[in-house]
Structure formats: C-alpha cells, structure tokens
T-cell receptor, first 116, second 113 residues
Framework: KAGVTQTPRYLIKTRGQQVTLSCSPISGHRSVSWYQQTPGQGLQFLFE???????NKGNFPGRFSGRQFSNSRSEMNVSTLELGDSALYLC???????????????FGAGSRLTVL | GENVEQHPSTLSVQEGDSAVIKCTYS??????FPWYKQELGKRPQLIID?????GEKKDQRIAVTLNKTAKHFSLHITETQPEDSAVYFC????????????FGKGTTLSVSS
C-alpha cells in the first residue's frame, strides 16, 4: 500500500514568487491536512480538507491557500513568497474526518521549500 | 483554540536510563493525545497515543500517562537505546470537528552509549 506522496520534494524560489505543492494521500483516505515545520516553531497546522471541503484552518496569512480534489489529492499554494516561508511542508492523511486512535495521521516525507 | 506546551526542549540521557517528556494542553474537551517521533531527515511517525478515558497505556518500553484534571500527559521511555535518539512531539486535537492536530514544539532526545 503506497504511503502519502508529496511532490516536489525540494524546491527553491525567490521572494515574491508563488509555489504550489501537491499531496496524494493513502488510497482510501479522505482527510488531508498540511503542516509547516521550521526549527524554531516546530509543527504548525495550516489547514485540513475532508471530501473537498476545508474543515479547519490554522493561523496563517491569506497568502497560504489549499484545495482538495474529488480523488482526495490536495494542493497548497503560497503566493508572494517571503524569506520566512522557507520550511518543510508536511502533508498528512487519515481515513476518516475525526482525530482518534482508530484514525491515525500518516505523514508524507514533505516538500522542502527554500526562499531566497 | 487548543494550545499545547511541551517540556523539556532537549533531553540527554545515558543508554539504559529512562526519559520523560511532559506536555500540557488547554482545551478540556480534548480527548485524544498522540505522540510522534521524528528521526533526523525523516517524517514524523506515530509511536503511541492515548484517549481521555484511559489513564495509562504501555507499548513495550514506551508508556504514556494522562491526567485529565491537570490537563497534562507524559511520555515515558524506559531502558533507552541509541536508536531512541530523535525529536518527539506531543499533540492534541485542534478541535472536536476534524483531524487537525496542535503539536508541542518538540523535545530533542539524545541517548549516548
């Protein structure tokens, strides 16, 4: 069974550009959530999608957006990149839409974004 | 919303010693508390979790305890080994309506042989 797949794995952008990251969840998983990981702030929740609907959103500016498609694949977009957006962006999928021991979050390997 | 505090930020132990990492949460409605381990350059992986109707859960050398009244939970690792060296994150649900988790800032555990 394939795991959570994130593309691209590494990318370098310059300030002001935009970036789109992709996440393919485990087959059969309908919930996808995104996290930003930085050395100083740890894992910070960005947003969560379930059945193409955004269910929760973290405390990030409007430059960060996302969407989910009918096949549960998800994309996140960051516009007008800033130096502080350099981070590892992790996607996690789960089978249902509720946090519980029977519904574990499984993470992808992440997309490492560097903004110059 | 939920807030999770984690201590200590770094922890160094000798092989064979025990290690304890503590977390507090703010939302008394939270009912699920997972712990994730992230080895260098790898993705976070769930190592153990506990639900609010249970006070303690064990899995071999790892155990988690929960005190709902005080709103804190702890990870206990006994007989530590070098391969336990990693960053450990505790978490709690952002709310009761989804799968989003709020993570503590992590504890870097170093086990020296």
């Amino acid at each position: 069974k394939a795991g959570v797949t994130q593309t691209p794995r590494y990318l370098i952008k310059t300030r002001g550009q935009q970036v789109t990251l992709s996440c393919s969840p485990i087959s059969g998983h309908r919930s996808v959530s995104w996290y930003q990981q930085t050395p100083g702030q740890g894992l910070q929740f960005l947003f969560e999608y379930f059945s193409e609907t955004q269910r929760n959103k973290g405390n990030f500016p409007g430059r960060f957006s996302g969407r989910q498609f009918s096949n549960s694949r998800s994309e996140m977009n960051v516009s007008t990149l800033e130096l502080g957006d350099s981070a590892l962006y992790l996607c996690a999928s789960s089978r249902t839409g509720r946090a519980s021991g029977a519904n574990v979050l499984t993470f992808g390997a992440g997309s490492r974004l560097t903004v110059l | 919303g939920e807030n999770v505090e984690q201590h200590p930020s770094t922890l160094s132990v000798q092989e064979g010693d025990s290690a304890v990492i503590k977390c507090t949460y703010s939302d008394s409605a939270s009912n699920y508390f997972p712990w994730y381990k992230q080895e260098l350059g790898k993705r976070p992986q769930l190592i153990i979790d506990i639900r609010s109707n249970v006070g303690e859960k064990k899995d071999q050398r790892i155990a988690v305890t929960l005190n709902k009244t005080a709103k804190h939970f702890s990870l206990h690792i006994t007989e530590t080994q070098p391969e336990d060296s990693a960053v450990y994150f505790c978490a709690a649900p952002a709310n009761q309506a989804g799968t989003a988790l709020i993570f503590g800032k992590g504890t870097t555990l170093s086990v020296s042989s």
